[in-house]
């Protein structure tokens, strides 16, 4: 197959989870295939990151994108009534650009990750899928509870817009998928819309064990710049700790992630290291005795878990979290809602080896289990082929964000 790729951010570097699922699909999906990449970017995307990329495309086309423009038409949407995340990601001149690069490349088949790239592929006379990748809408109303006056009006009016872009990609895509049942059940048209789970996987021997020194009791991944990864990181030091450091005073713990809000800087303190971006994330993992996820918005699947998990590390994580890894409590993963009980779960992985050991042990079973990028990919070859199959030819429809 010939198969355009459509993101609305480069895939590489790797450290935003978007980028992590299309960087290992389009790897993947390379060894069969004719894999052409059409990217928006707001920055200059380095060379290095446009050959690593070119060892799997066989042609990239890069569109910038202006930050002020785009903020431009987050304002202009928001007061025609239309997503501000698909405005932000849209240009006229940008949508030119991929036209062009569309009839270039003549593909069999059209992959768009996110409704943020709607607009550039609504109209394409090819077969074509679209990519949830996760249940934007749901992030977006889980992130209201957690503001107030204007914040929780604009994540409102946002949530809404969303809600019908994804209600609208069910009639414009030959076929749908999504990164877990639990974020496909929260799109509208879900039970008369088939949407494939396409699940991420884990690369098993870049995230394996590594002999490392125990240097920290506690660490937290993610990208620091991510509203979720911030209420984490805050609810972990904040709130969390303080009942760890009751029974384990000198427990020590590390935030590692690319980009800190100042936010996360200001919770640096003798016991607590925030490293900011890192090279290579794994020696953070391995050098804590537990890792912890305490989500509390956001949607989708943790890759920060998979990753721990599969580098042998016990997991500690809330119930938004699980209910998309699906992992088994108290069995592979331990699972708190509130500060003491996640404070709890974290303290009786410190205080007994035993328990720790024979979680890791189950936790490696678990994501080498279900979470194989070779199996995903797999899937996700047959839901290209089957929109190719059955492609009708879908009319152009009005978008109503």
């Not at 239309?82 to 849209?90: C, H, P, V």
């Not at 590692?256 to 971006?277: E, F």
């Not at 119930?319 to 009786?348: F, Y």
Request: proline content about 5%.
């Amino acid at each position: 197959m010939k198969i355009l790729v459509v993101l609305p951010r480069f895939p590489y570097p790797l450290e935003k989870g978007d980028k992590l699922r299309a960087y290992h699909q389009i790897k993947s999906l390379s060894v069969n295939n004719e894999v052409y990449l059409f990217a928006l970017s707001h920055e200059k995307v380095g060379d290095e990151a446009i050959q690593e990329m070119r060892k799997y495309c066989k042609d990239i086309c890069v569109a910038r994108l202006s930050k002020f423009r785009s903020l431009f038409r987050v304002v202009r949407n928001f007061f025609t009534v239309r997503s501000m995340q698909i405005g932000y990601w849209d240009s006229a001149r940008a949508r030119a650009s991929y036209r062009e690069f569309e009839a270039k490349t003549a593909p069999d088949v059209v992959y768009a990750q996110m409704v943020r790239v709607i607009k550039y592929v609504a109209y394409s006379p090819y077969p074509k899928v679209l990519d949830f990748q996760d249940a934007l809408s749901m992030n977006m109303e889980r992130r209201m509870v957690k503001h107030r006056s204007l914040p929780y009006f604009a994540l409102h009016y946002e949530f809404k817009m969303l809600r019908s872009a994804e209600y609208n990609a069910c009639s414009i895509f030959d076929a749908l998928t999504i990164i877990s049942e639990y974020d496909a059940e929260a799109i509208p048209q879900h039970k008369n819309t088939v949407i494939d789970v396409v699940p991420n996987g884990v690369d098993f021997d870049f995230f394996a064990p590594l002999p490392t020194p125990k240097s920290y009791d506690v660490v937290f991944c993610g990208n620091m710049q991510y509203k979720p990864n911030i209420d984490a990181a805050k609810f972990l030091v904040c709130d969390i700790m303080p009942i760890v450091w009751r029974s384990h005073p000198e427990a020590r713990v590390l935030i590692a992630g690319a980009t800190p809000k100042p936010s996360v800087l200001k919770l640096a303190s003798d016991k607590v290291v925030v490293s900011g971006s890192v090279s290579d994330i794994r020696p953070c993992y391995a050098s804590s005795k537990v890792f912890v996820a305490p989500m509390r918005i956001g949607s989708g699947l943790q890759n920060k878990l998979l990753e721990a998990m599969s580098m042998g590390i016990p997991c500690v994580t809330t119930s938004l979290a699980n209910v998309s890894l699906q992992a088994e409590v108290g069995k592979d993963i331990l699972v708190g809602d509130s500060a003491e009980s996640l404070a709890s779960a974290i303290v009786t992985l410190l205080d007994n080896q035993q328990v720790a050991e024979l979680q890791t042990a189950n936790a490696s079973l678990f994501v080498r289990s279900h979470f194989s990028w070779q199996a995903s990919c797999s899937q996700l070859e047959a839901v290209l082929k089957k929109a190719i199959s059955n492609h009708s030819g879908h009319e152009a429809v009005e978008l109503e964000e």
